[in-house]
């Protein structure tokens, strides 16, 4: 739709007016305090409702949100005024892309089949930072089903070194070995070279 504005052109705004008032960690806050209640089932729906007046919404934003920057909370009249207000998590996700470029951090996220320890952890760490060239934030789950090792996302990279990708290559070079090249599986095609 035309006149529509991306979560990635509200975020850089923001981003640039919290510079300019040098408040970008604190703005980072507010707008999680913003997604969590925009995010609310309730307030969503009271939001998007349309026949609540658009100041009975907006003055329901200045209540929940007083706690915010104003011109946070500025920010979210202009969503909801727009109808827009289901950007606010793709604001968050994108201000925050901004400000760990700006600060010079990458976000990781590392799956383990069990539980890392400290030390792993460390390593993890120095590896990727030392790849990046940047400040490592990891985040960590537990994920039994890649059943060993590691998988590593990095922005939009992933590193897969679980047993299961490794099990799944080895199998799919058994698959090519056993049949192989230019097999046909018997769909629209001969396959005893007839």
Sequence with gaps: MPGRVSGKRYAQAIFELAREQDQLDQWAVDLQVVDQVVQDPEFRVFLNHADVPLGQKTQAVDVVLRDVHP???????????????????????????????????????????????????????????????????????????????????????????????????????MHSAVIGPGFSTGQGGDTNGD
């Design 71 to 173: 011109l946070v909370r500025n920010l979210v009249h202009v969503l909801v005024v727009r109808g827009q207000s289901d950007l606010a998590a793709g604001i968050l996700d994108d201000y925050t892309d901004i400000l760990d470029d700006y600060h010079g951090r990458q976000r990781v996220n590392v799956t383990s089949a069990v539980p890392l320890s400290d030390g792993q952890l460390e390593r993890i760490t120095r590896f990727i930072s030392d790849l990046t060239r940047r400040e490592v934030l990891v985040s960590t789950q537990v994920d039994d089903s890649i059943i060993g090792g590691i998988v590593i996302q990095i922005g939009d990279q992933l590193l897969d070194g679980s047993t299961r990708s490794r099990l799944e290559s080895l199998r799919n070079q």
